[in-house]
T-cell receptor
């Protein structure tokens, strides 16, 4: 499967725990985007990364949330000390270029549930 | 800031008929792309069609076509010969393409389309 791979598909955490969401972009893609979809809403941008760099994190909460895209390995979205309001679907997308309108291809998402 | 508005939360259409989903957007920029994404019950996000703002010709992709009215900032999606598999949430999305600008997709709130047998 050469598409965007996200894991896990479903993640359950208790309040106060940490959640780690992984995203492997499509082969040849070096631009990764994370979006959050709350129930009954559209997707909202969180963060845009290239290899080893955060380009735009304007949509990501300042506290508890962090993202990385290391030289080797998948992109990671980390949520520390999760709260009920973090329950959502988190989508990762990748593209071959960041600003020429190349379509962003999405993974299947990670559904995060907070107990 | 860019905004995308989908004013139809829900729509339905009979199988084999044609349906049009509306989308309007607001931007002061001139270089951008517009997209329609489909999210079926499986919750995947699937790219349906895209339109470059500098192209006057409307994009088509098999049964899917758009009516792009740049002056009116309107970007509607027409689905011809609707099929049961078209049942999904449809999202209109916008992205700037000028270097140095924001590169994230801005999504509308979605239109839930149900194709009736």
């Amino acid at each position: 499967n050469a598409g965007v791979m996200q894991n896990p598909r479903h993640l359950v955490r208790r309040r106060g725990q940490e959640a780690r969401l992984r995203c492997s972009p499509m082969k040849g893609h070096s631009h990764v985007y994370w979006y959050r979809q709350l129930p009954e809403e559209g997707l909202k941008f969180m963060v845009y990364l290239q290899k080893e760099n955060i380009i735009d994190e304007s949509g990501m909460p300042k506290e508890r949330f962090s993202a990385e895209f290391p030289k080797e390995g998948p992109s990671i979205l980390r949520i520390q000390q999760v709260v009920r309001g973090d329950s959502a679907a988190y989508f990762c997308a990748s593209s071959s270029e960041g600003w020429r309108g190349q379509p962003q291809h999405f993974g299947d998402g990670t559904r995060l549930s907070i107990l | 800031a860019q905004t995308v508005t989908q004013s139809q939360p829900e729509m339905s259409v009979q199988e084999a008929e044609t349906v049009t989903l509306s989308c309007t957007y607001d931007t002061s920029e001139s270089n951008y792309y517009l997209f329609w994404y489909k999210q079926p019950p499986s919750r995947q996000m699937i790219l349906v069609i895209r339109q470059e703002a500098y192209k006057q010709q409307n994009a088509t992709e098999n049964r899917f076509s758009v009516n792009f009215q740049k002056a009116a900032k309107s970007f509607s999606l027409k689905i011809s010969d609707s099929q049961l598999g078209d049942t999904a949430m449809y999202f209109c999305a916008f992205i700037l393409i000028s270097s140095g600008s924001a590169r994230q997709l801005t999504f509308g709130s979605g239109t839930q389309l149900t194709v009736l047998p």
